[in-house]
């Protein structure tokens, strides 16, 4: 499976980004996708929101209503509408794509900064 992200950027706190991410290559039918950021200062990723094919949904306790997942399924694509952003959203949001194996995008650069 092949991860293909867009979106990211820089941004004023308070405004709004949208990313994208795009899966090719052997997609099953059911599957779960979505983002997971690397933050400075944090070891890990964290789950920032999840969609499966089933549309159920998980966001992480930061995002507090701020940001929206969505998923077109015939296109295999996962939208990610990030509102509200504060300077402590910045970092590398990588897409996520799991079935019986994980895969990875290479992740794309979140800046929130006046």
């Known amino acids: 499976v092949q991860l293909v992200e867009s979106g990211g950027g820089l941004v004023q706190p308070g405004g709004s980004l949208r990313l994208s991410c795009k899966a090719s290559?052997?997609?099953?039918?059911?599957?779960?996708m979505g983002w997971y950021r690397q933050v400075p200062d944090n070891g890990g990723r964290e789950l920032v929101a999840?969609?499966?094919?089933?549309?159920?949904?998980q966001y992480g306790d930061f995002v507090n209503g701020r940001f929206i997942i969505s998923r077109d399924g015939a296109k295999n694509t996962v939208n990610l509408e990030m509102n509200n952003l504060e300077p402590g959203d910045t970092g590398v949001y990588y897409c996520?794509?799991?079935?019986?194996?994980?895969?990875w995008g290479q992740g794309t650069q979140v800046n929130v900064s006046s």
């Open positions: 290559g052997g997609i099953s039918l059911v599957y779960v």
């Open positions: 999840t969609i499966a094919t089933t549309d159920v949904i």
């Open positions: 996520h794509f799991r079935n019986w194996r994980e895969y």
